[in-house]
């Protein structure tokens, strides 16, 4: 295949990935920007295996049908909810097959074909791809459950992450220096799969979506380096537009939780210790109202305008279709519905925004936090449905607060609150929220799911 009809592909890929990149930015034409993004990666990947340079299709072959499979089945099996640990695996498999592309690139050159550009590109996609792989792999089984979601941390942490770090370097100069031996290389992706879960432990389940932002962003560069070691001009565009998207999503993130990036992977937000029993009756002791379905339907009959206010909570009940039902139910009814999306609410960017999207919310209906705040003075009753840190009013009035700063909604501003929530339990950041015992807000502990179907029934007998 000539080299002005692949590259002319690779141009044709590039501007489709941007247009989907571009697409995704809104919800009303992320659908587009997705099916773009796709069909330029096919491109890509069809004038790639047509090259004539390659051979053993049928090994390229076996290789599509297998991971086709794979990822059909992960994508049917894994829950609206569990799109979170299915991210993070999947920025960890880019890391790990941009460090074994490079490796394989190295193994074939032989001393004849080595040059500074392979080795050091080579060192660089090797470093950041076993990191992003072993960190992918932390925060997958955090957001699993299957180890604790806790900061987990040791004395001289940070001292040990900085040794290791100059060590990865060390060993990124002698694959430079020294790349007919493959035991540096090996060495490096050992020792920076290590630096890679040291980096992930210390991080609490608070910071969860900026770890899986910038983890994306690793496998972005990851793969631009691995661009670099096959010299494939498409590798290195498409890593570039994962890398620079993915750091700034991390720093909306960071934005949205008033935090530097160097305090989320420092400071440990995650880190702070669980409420005490005695700092918890000090906010509520007496003052909360718990209510039942049938008393908050009845202020939900006379509302003109209702919030939905959804977090993590809402995920682990899948209350999303339970909630669009009783949206219907509001509207056919005369009232306004919309929901108020913190950016950091759930365990990804977007999280909130794709449950909804699963259960068929108007994207019309859905409003960012500049655009939620604004509204709740004028709302008649605002329901949170399993949010905590992301509506606590200690972020604006406590300065000592682990949360201070942090733009949140400002749901304690309407006229009536009503939070269901399993219990009294705090947020990641182990901290009380007064808003829970606010003059206007009721309490209704049930599970997400149950508590807006019950609310469904109540409407309907009312």
């Known amino acids: 295949m000539p080299d002005t009809l692949i590259n002319f592909a690779y141009l044709l890929g590039a501007v489709l990935l941007i247009d989907g990149l571009k697409g995704l930015s809104h919800p009303r034409t992320a659908v587009r920007g997705n099916l773009l993004g796709a069909v330029g990666m ?26 086709s499979a794979f990822g059909a089945l992960m994508a049917m099996k894994t829950p609206v909810s569990g799109m979170p640990q299915m991210v993070a695996i999947l920025n960890g498999f880019g890391g790990g097959a941009s460090l074994l592309v490079a490796g394989a690139a190295l193994l ?27 960190g992918s792999l932390i925060a997958f089984g955090k957001l699993q459950e299957l180890i604790s979601g806790n ?13 290791l770090g100059v060590i990865c370097l060390g060993l990124c100069a002698m694959v430079a220096i020294e790349p007919e031996s493959m035991l540096y290389y090996w060495l490096l992706v050992a020792v920076s799969s290590v630096l890679g879960v040291l980096l992930t432990i210390p991080i609490g389940g608070a910071d969860m979506p900026v770890v899986i932002s910038l983890l994306n962003s690793y496998s972005g560069i990851a793969a631009a380096c691995t661009g670099f070691v096959l010299d494939n001009n498409m590798l290195i565009i498409a890593g570039a537009l994962v890398g620079a998207s993915g750091i ?17 992977l420092f400071g440990g937000f995650g880190a702070a210790a669980p409420a005490s029993k005695a700092a918890q009756n000090e906010v509520y002791a007496g003052k909360v109202k718990s209510a039942g379905a049938e008393e908050i339907a009845m202020l939900l009959g006379t509302a003109q305008r209702v919030i939905f206010v959804p977090g993590y909570g809402m995920a682990i009940s899948q209350a999303q279709h339970s909630v669009q039902r009783l949206a219907r139910l509001l509207e056919s009814r005369g009232a306004e519905v919309l929901y108020a999306i913190h950016p950091v609410a759930g365990r990804m960017p977007g999280h909130m925004n794709v449950l909804l999207a699963d259960a068929d919310v108007p994207y019309e209906s859905l ?6 705040n604004p509204l709740f003075a004028q709302t008649d ?10 509506v606590n009013p200690l972020a604006r009035t406590d300065p000592n607060s682990p949360i201070a700063g942090m733009p ?29 015992a606010a003059d206007n807000t009721l309490m209704l502990f049930e599970d997400g799911a149950k508590a ?4 469904l029934q109540a409407m309907q007998e009312v």
């Open 108 to 134: 074939e050159a032989g001393p004849a074909g080595l040059n500074y550009q392979l080795t050091v590109s080579s060192s660089a996609s090797a470093l950041i791809g076993a990191v992003t792989f072993t």
């Open 248 to 264: 700034i999503l991390t720093r909306i993130m960071c934005v949205a939780m008033n935090r530097s990036l160097a305090n989320v």
């Open 452 to 455: 807006v179907n019950n609310l």
């Open 367 to 372: 409003k960012d936090l500049e655009e939620s």
């Open 151 to 163: 900061p987990i941390r040791f004395p001289a942490q940070h001292l040990l992450n900085a040794s």
């Open 381 to 390: 009753v605002a329901i949170v449905l399993g949010a905590n840190d992301v």
């Open 408 to 436: 949140i909604l400002d749901v304690d501003q309407a006229r009536t609150v009503v939070v269901i929530k399993r219990s009294l339990s705090p947020g990641f950041a182990g901290i009380a929220n007064p808003l829970f």
């Open 42 to 67: 096919l491109l890509v990947v069809v004038v790639t295996l047509g090259d004539r340079r390659i051979i053993g299709y049928e090994v390229i072959l076996a290789g599509v049908v297998v991971g």
